[in-house]
């Protein structure tokens, strides 16, 4: 068997091929939920397929952590008030 990266570039294009049968299976389904089901794990085979893509492009082998949106603080306009009698009546 194959070791190092290409053994990890097979298995995700084993997965990619695997996902491609379910979803073709998905399309082949009359019962909705079946093929809602087997859509999902194709669509799950794939990320993963992605996942392991990107791992061997980094070169590292650990593990892939997606990075959270980061939370960002609504701006606020700071208004200044002026009173009635310094608005301009000098």
Excluded at 68 to 84: C, D, F, Q
Aim: zero cysteines; hydrophobic letters at 35%.
């Amino acid at each position: 068997m194959v070791d190092g990266p290409n053994k990890a570039r097979l298995t995700a294009a084993m997965l990619r091929e695997e996902g491609w049968r379910l979803l073709k299976e998905a399309r082949a389904t009359p019962e909705l939920r079946e093929r809602s089901q087997l859509a999902r794990q194709a669509l799950d085979l794939a990320q993963v397929a992605e996942l392991m893509d990107a791992t061997d492009q980094r070169g590292g082998t650990g593990t892939v952590i997606p990075t959270p949106r980061r939370w960002r603080r609504p701006r606020v306009v700071v208004t200044e008030k002026v009173a009635p009698e310094q608005e301009g009546s000098s």
